[in-house]
């Protein structure tokens, strides 16, 4: 009889890892609460192998962070507006057995189509930075003279 190869139980066993890099994002800082937790129960059901396949519906959603359906509803949008999340695949139940939709973390690489991780959560804050133009707008004079 082969001996089974010895692993660490403690460091072995399931776990959710957060970078201190991703909680010191912009994004991440100006997410909700129930925005924060549903990411930590999104990445709670990622394996290692499958991601882009991470099956949570906003009912169980709500269920599983202990919020209203709506709230639920909010924090998967503001998850997918500030990029840590892409849909992969919508749930319906217009389909003989209902599903869930699908998610993909942002800060993984994907196991479906094998794409890196595109962390988009990371420029978040910074198309509103640009969005300020770097050249004051002239005024006009006929406000002044109208005074």
Same mark, same amino acid.
């Given at each position: 009889?082969?001996?089974?190869?010895?692993?660490?139980?403690?460091?072995?066993?399931?776990?959710?890892?957060? =970078?201190?890099?991703?909680?010191?994002?912009?994004? =991440?800082?100006?997410?909700?609460?129930?925005?924060? &937790?549903?990411? #930590?129960?999104?990445?709670?059901?990622?394996?290692?192998?499958?991601?882009?396949?991470?099956?949570?519906?906003?009912?169980?959603? +709500?269920?599983?962070?202990?919020?209203?359906?709506?709230?639920?509803?909010?924090?998967?949008?503001?998850?997918?507006? !500030?990029?840590?999340?892409?849909?992969?695949?919508?749930? &319906?139940?217009?389909?003989?057995?209902?599903?869930?939709?699908?998610?993909?973390?942002?800060?993984?690489?994907?196991?479906?189509?094998?794409?890196?991780? +595109?962390?988009?959560?990371?420029?978040?804050? !910074?198309?509103?930075?640009?969005?300020?133009?770097? =050249?004051?707008? &002239? #005024? +006009?004079?006929?406000?002044?003279?109208?005074?």
């Amino acid at each position: 009889m082969q001996k089974r190869p010895k692993r660490n139980k403690r460091i072995d066993a399931p776990h959710v890892r957060l =970078y201190g890099w991703l909680l010191n994002s912009p994004a =991440y800082l100006s997410l909700c609460c129930p925005a924060r &937790a549903l990411l #930590v129960e999104i990445t709670r059901l990622y394996n290692g192998r499958n991601n882009g396949q991470i099956g949570l519906s906003v009912r169980r959603a +709500s269920e599983r962070c202990n919020i209203a359906r709506g709230t639920a509803q909010r924090a998967f949008g503001e998850l997918q507006e !500030r990029g840590f999340i892409e849909l992969m695949t919508k749930g &319906a139940f217009s389909r003989k057995s209902p599903h869930a939709s699908e998610w993909r973390l942002t800060f993984n690489t994907c196991d479906v189509t094998g794409e890196l991780a +595109s962390k988009a959560f990371m420029s978040w804050g !910074r198309e509103k930075q640009n969005a300020v133009s770097k =050249y004051p707008v &002239a #005024v +006009s004079n006929q406000s002044q003279r109208a005074a």
